[in-house]
T-cell receptor, first 114, second 109 residues
Framework: EAGVAQSPRYKIIEKRQSVAFWCNPI?????LYWYQQILGQGPKLLIQ????????DSQLPKDRFSAERLKGVDSTLKIQPAKLEDSAVYLC????????????FGSGTRLTVV | RKEVEQDPGPFNVPEGATVAFNCTYS??????FFWYRQDCRKEPKLLMS???SGNEDGRFTAQLNRASQYISLLIRDSKLSDSATYLC??????????FGAGTRLFVKA
């Protein structure tokens, strides 16, 4: 079974620029998550999708972050404009059985904002 | 108080040692619990779920104490390959998943 695919692996941008990350979950997984992991911290949920609908985006900084999952499969996360504090690893995860069974993460996108 | 708290470590242990990590959570209504393992510069990977009755997977044993609101992970006969960060994860009502900041383990020869 192919895992969760993410791209790019690394991205360096200047502050105030925009950036987009892409995630393709495991085939058939209806639930998709975007997490932000700052160095030395645990992952923090940004947004959760169930198919193409948003379940939870309470911790998404909506003034600069947006995410979509138009066809209920792959997803993009965008930051516009980026700030220095957005430097982090952005992890995508998916599951077909709900969060109570744990889920599979992609390898992440490491963003550095300079 | 953080929703999920872990001792950040690092724990430095020799090969063959037994090491235990604890994790406390603040929401008494939390429903499910996990330990994830995260290697340096890699993504977290599910290590094991934690059940009220406790569960064991080889050298790893996880336990849940609902009364005291903590979960634990015990690693017996530590291997060099066990060196990683261990993340405690709690699912609350509505399946809000909270990750702890992790406990770093270094196993030395």
């Amino acid at each position: 079974e192919a895992g969760v695919a993410q791209s790019p692996r690394y991205k360096i941008i200047e502050k105030r620029q925009s950036v987009a990350f892409w995630c393709n979950p495991i085939s058939g997984h209806a639930t998709l998550y975007w997490y932000q992991q700052i160095l030395g911290q645990g992952p923090k949920l940004l947004i959760q999708f169930q198919n193409n609908g948003v379940v939870d985006d309470s911790q998404l900084p909506k003034d600069r972050f947006s995410a979509e999952r138009l066809k209920g499969v792959d997803s993009t996360l965008k930051i516009q404009p980026a700030k220095l504090e957005d430097s982090a690893v952005y992890l995508c995860a998916s599951t077909d059985r709900g969060a109570s069974y744990g889920y599979t993460f992609g390898s992440g996108t490491r963003l550095t904002v300079v | 108080r953080k929703e999920v708290e872990q001792d950040p470590g690092p724990f430095n242990v020799p090969e063959g040692a037994t090491v235990a990590f604890n994790c406390t959570y603040s929401n008494s209504a939390s429903q499910s619990f996990f330990w994830y393992r995260q290697d340096c510069r890699k993504e977290p990977k599910l290590l094991m779920s934690v059940y009220s009755s406790g569960n064991e997977d080889g050298r790893f044993t996880a336990q849940l104490n609902r009364a005291s609101q903590y979960i634990s992970l015990l690693i017996r006969d530590s291997k060099l390959s066990d060196s990683a960060t261990y993340l405690c994860v709690v699912n609350n009502v509505g399946f809000k998943t909270i990750f702890g900041a992790g406990t770093r383990l270094f196993v030395k020869a």
